[in-house]
């Protein structure tokens, strides 16, 4: 069973950095892309940003209201990826959800929570 | 960017009985390798989304078949043919023709009379 489990959540300051991990499970993590998506509180999905799989060079692509200040990378013999997001705003806050970057979108991990504030 | 446009923004259901709801994207979902790249999914309170639909009309492993999918080019209908309680949540639809920028409606909620 494909499992995808988000983590490193938690309150921070604004300015402040965190850097979230996706950690996979039930599947070849290296063979596939990974997205990153978010929530905010009683809101929408936004699509934050996605790797490339290894084999089609592992580069990142984001969005651009956080390009800049997030940074996608993978450590594929761990089967992580991680999500490092800095210079934190309040806006920033949300659920943070880690997939594979796929047409459909069939595994969702429950999300970790990331919550700006002073 | 494509846009994803649900309407309506809510919907209120007695149970047994049908709903609809409807998504309009602002470029065609049809790709060169003849797929449109339409998916649908329901997001229960406090939990995950959960895909119901891909690729506009083909359930997902486990989805009951009271709900159904249709659509070409840039409108879409989720229908459900007999809600049932447990079908309460935010509907999303998704387009991935754009990859890897894949986009969101921004939600059809439906409730329980």
């Known amino acids: 069973e494909v499992q995808l489990v988000e983590s490193g959540g938690g309150l921070v300051n604004p300015g402040q950095s965190l850097r979230l991990s996706c950690t996979g499970s039930g599947f070849t993590f290296g063979d596939y892309a990974l997205s990153w998506f978010r929530q905010a509180p009683g809101k929408g999905l936004e699509w934050v940003g996605f790797i490339r799989s290894k084999a089609y060079g592992g580069t990142p692509e984001y969005a651009a209201s956080v390009k800049g200040r997030l940074t996608i990378s993978r450590d594929d013999s761990k089967s992580i990826a991680y999500l490092q997001m800095n210079r934190l705003k309040v806006e920033d806050t949300a659920v943070y959800y880690c997939?594979?970057?796929?047409?459909?979108?069939?595994?969702w991990g429950q999300g970790t929570l990331v919550t700006v504030s002073s | 960017d494509i846009v994803m446009t649900q309407t309506p923004l809510s919907l209120s259901v007695t149970p047994g009985q049908p709903a609809s709801m409807s998504c309009r994207s602002s470029?065609?979902?049809?790709?060169?390798?003849?797929?449109?790249?339409l998916s649908w999914y329901l997001q229960k309170p406090g939990q995950p989304p959960q895909l119901l639909i891909y690729?506009?009309?083909n359930r997902f492993s486990g989805v009951p078949d009271r709900f159904s999918g249709s659509g070409s080019g840039t409108d879409f209908t989720l229908k459900i043919s007999r809600v049932e309680a447990e079908d309460v949540g935010v509907y999303y639809c998704m387009q991935s023709i754009q990859l890897p920028q894949l986009t969101f409606g921004g939600g059809t909620k439906v409730e329980i009379k």
């Open positions: 690729e506009v009309f």
């Open positions: 470029q065609s979902l049809l790709h060169s390798d003849g797929k449109t790249y």
């Open positions: 997939t594979r970057a796929l047409r459909f979108l069939g595994s």
